[in-house]
């Protein structure tokens, strides 16, 4: 028997079906702690662990919650984390908190599945959500998932589109858990052709053959950027990727391509070519700079020591102080 509860619902149902005992509990941490707390839960027969989404599991915001639940649990136990992604603080992090850690990757660390096509549009900030109304429009995209950096940008863009006749939904942190599961329901079924979500919000989502994501904004993160795109391409199936890309966000394009390993292909929409050209990218990280010819280097202007640049242009008289070799005192003279 299984059950699953989580925050933002009324916990007297979950507390009802844990009452009655349960061999695979699937828990958030806040929610899984309210309910140790009511007695609704208890742990000293508790074989197996398991994180998944370890990265973010183990993320600040979540911590002292799994800090918590480890001192409540048996000392004899299992512990598994699972994650496409590691960085090196949260390696280090997991492996204080486990004992003797074997680590087994499936696949090469921080890659991407090579189902799913990358492509980068360069364009301005401001023309991305137009850009994105006439992608879907014109490739007739029935079913795409896109992720904004921010709440309030997802919200924007879901009522842009709205306001194009483009059914949207939204799902992100200040929803309501049945909110949240509406908008997803929604999405699978074909009700709204766009589901609008934040990196948190989307974590864990469980769309199969989803042929489409689309990175609004790119991630302040660079492992997040795997995590949006395994979204698409799951189980061997063909996916597409698709980031819309200012100049600003040069710097998070080349720490994702750094991460990757690859270069991502670029193309240009028509009518949509930015005023803010997106510089070239290595894998190094530094863009490439045409080379432009010197111009030869002014003459500078000699002045006398103690005496500011443009001075004499301005034709200001300077003092210049002297010690009089008969007198101690300072003397000064106009030059």
């Known amino acids: 028997r299984s059950t699953v509860v989580f925050g933002g619902v009324n916990i007297n149902p979950q507390m009802k079906t844990l009452r009655r005992g349960v061999d695979v509990l699937v828990a958030t941490p806040g929610r899984l702690l309210d309910l140790y707390y009511q007695n609704a ?3 000293p027969k508790l074989e197996v662990l398991v994180l998944d989404e ?5 993320d600040m915001g979540f911590l002292p919650d799994i800090r918590r639940i480890l ?3 048996p000392k ?5 984390m699972f994650s496409a992604t590691f960085s090196e603080d949260i390696r280090k992090l997991a492996k204080g908190m486990i004992n003797h850690p ?3 990757s499936v696949t090469p660390r921080n890659t991407t599945v090579d189902t799913v096509e990358q492509f980068v549009y360069p364009v301005d900030k401001k023309q ?3 850009l994105l109304t006439q992608l879907i429009k014109d490739n007739q995209w029935n079913q795409v998932l896109v992720f904004c950096r921010t709440k309030h940008g997802a919200n924007r863009l879901t009522r842009h589109l709205e306001n194009n006749n483009i059914k949207a939904a939204v799902i992100h942190g200040n929803k309501s858990q049945g909110a949240r599961t509406k908008a997803l329901s929604d999405f699978k079924n074909g009700q709204v052709r766009i589901l609008v979500a934040t990196d948190i919000a989307a974590r864990g989502l469980d769309i199969s053959q989803l042929p489409r994501v689309v990175n609004l904004d ?5 492992e997040d950027y795997i995590h949006r795109i395994g979204r698409t391409g799951r189980a061997g199936a063909k996916g597409q990727a698709i980031s819309l890309v200012c100049a600003d966000e040069f710097q998070e394009l080349c720490g994702i391509e750094r991460l990757i390993k690859q270069m991502i292909t670029r193309k240009i929409i028509d009518g949509f070519k930015p005023i803010h050209e997106l510089p070239e990218s290595r894998l190094d990280g530094r863009p490439v700079r045409s080379k432009k010819s010197k111009k030869p280097k002014k003459p500078k202007v000699g002045h006398q020591d103690g005496q500011r640049s443009g001075e004499n242009a301005k034709g200001h008289k300077t ?3 002297y010690k009089s070799r008969t007198n101690s005192k300072y003397k000064s003279k106009a030059k």
């Open 41 to 43: 839960v208890k742990f």
């Open 54 to 58: 370890a990265d973010r599991m183990l």
């Open 71 to 73: 001192a409540l649990l």
């Open 76 to 80: 004899e136990r299992q512990n598994l």
């Open 102 to 104: 074997v680590e087994i």
């Open 128 to 130: 991305k959500p137009h």
């Open 218 to 222: 790119l991630p302040n993160v660079s």
């Open 319 to 321: 003092k210049r102080w």
